[in-house]
């Protein structure tokens, strides 16, 4: 039995869930999301409980057990709590800033990058060298920090760029000089 797909996912009071056919849709204080369930994993919803099951134990149903307790459990924190990533920009001259709802990036290019929101994501900027991506659909705000991650990774030798909060960088040394 997957470890992650036996566990039992308890609603909390704010949240409300409707499940329709292999359809689940959970609406609280932050939005509503829903997880379509594939056919091989059965799920039970009685007494504001979620239970999981399975048809077969077949490599791919198996992997699909969890895969769904974990993605009914996304949108079940998420319309709760939210979810949100923190960026950091290393560099001089490296900077960022709020402008309208969207980010404007100064990352050493001879142009600026302006970065625009996709629905459902809002953007914090604490000071000019850090960001967070907030959101309800913690898919989303994931896809979007790697976005802002690839305007400028972090290269190797001084750890210039834009990082995760927390991530560390394998430095590598630079050339010697030679006697």
Not at 12 to 25: F, L, S, T
Not at 142 to 171: F, N, T, W
């Amino acid at each position: 039995m997957s470890r992650i797909g036996k566990m039992p996912i308890q609603i909390p009071d704010k949240v409300e869930v409707n499940c329709v056919g292999k359809n689940i849709k959970a609406k609280g204080p932050l939005g509503e999301l829903s997880v379509q369930i594939p056919e091989s994993i059965d799920f039970d919803y009685k007494d504001n409980i979620i239970t999981f099951s399975r048809h077969s134990d077949e490599k791919k149903v198996r992997a699909l057990h969890g895969l769904s307790r974990a993605l009914t459990n996304n949108i079940v924190q998420g319309v709760l709590n939210g979810f949100a990533k923190t960026l950091k920009i290393e560099g001089v001259g490296y900077k960022v800033e709020l402008k309208g709802n969207g980010l404007l990036f100064s990352l050493g290019y001879s142009h600026q990058i302006y970065f625009l929101p996709p629905e459902g994501i809002q953007f914090e900027v604490p000071s000019q060298n850090t960001i967070n991506v907030k959101g309800i659909d913690k898919q989303q705000v994931g896809a979007v920090a790697a976005k802002i991650r690839m305007l400028r990774p972090p290269e190797p030798y001084k750890g210039k760029g834009v990082r995760y909060d927390g991530e560390h960088i394998v430095r590598k040394e630079g050339k010697k000089a030679s006697k």
